[in-house]
């Protein structure tokens, strides 16, 4: 079995094409969405349009969740570009996704972590900055859950780590957004120094899952002009560089 994880589109069509080319070319059993897949200043409808056309199994993110719930005095501008731009269709479509979900009896698919849609799984948030979460960290995080394989994303940092149980924690990084910065659970950005986007492919063999963590060239300078179109001057740095200004 060979499964393709993809996360955090943040409305990125571009980078979402042209990793499915590449999914495609790779060949693939099935690809699956861990959510955060519209919320940006670039393409949500569009992107949402893309998604349900393929008819890939997609995560309710903590985005998807803020969109459908916060009333407009609460939505980010990323949140209240998406939520203006989607019809009663892409609404519906939204609500019908779920936070996390059993892919198989050996694999959990979350968003953040298996209880929580907004919490980091694999890094840490410590005086304005972020690091590798610690073993014990994950552990806890981790909880209850006995998959062998759990399929994270929100961090937008591709990274996979086997615990002390011997499971393995797979997070494929950003498709769409390659630097952000966030106030929760402190203030801090997240920069993965590329403008590439970020996918992964899970694939099981004798011993156990081998992981492929992979990076896509895109053309991300018409999105970083999407970005400047809308007066987002930070994503369009992000998507030009990898860096938050």
Sequence with gaps: MRIALIADIHGNLAALEAVAVDIRRRGVDQTVNLGDSLSGPLLPLETAQYLMAEGWL???????????????????????????????????????????????????????TPSSDIEYFLETVESGAVRAASSREVECRLGSELSPL?????????????????????????????????????P??????????????????????????????????????????????EWEHALLTGYMP
């Excluded at 519906?92 to 198989?104: E, R, V």
């Excluded at 994303?153 to 780590?161: L, S, Y």
């Design 58 to 112: 997609s995560l309710a993110g903590n985005h998807e969740r803020q969109i459908l719930t916060h009333g407009p005095e609460r939505r980010s501008a990323s949140d209240e570009y998406a939520y203006s731009q989607l019809t009663a269709k892409e609404f519906s479509w939204l609500k019908s996704l779920s936070s996390n979900a059993a892919l198989t009896p050996e694999i959990l698919l979350c968003h953040g």
């Design 150 to 186: 759990v399929a994270c994303g929100h961090t937008h940092i591709a990274r996979c780590v086997r615990t002390n149980r011997g499971q393995l924690i797979v997070n494929p990084g950003s498709v769409g957004l390659p630097a952000y910065d966030d106030t929760h659970p402190f």
């Design 188 to 233: 801090h950005v997240v920069e993965t120094g590329s403008p590439d986007a970020r996918y992964a492919i899970v694939e099981e063999s004798h011993d156990g899952w081998v992981v492929s963590l992979l990076s896509v060239p895109y053309d991300h300078k018409s999105m970083a002009q999407q970005a400047r179109q809308r007066g987002r001057p």
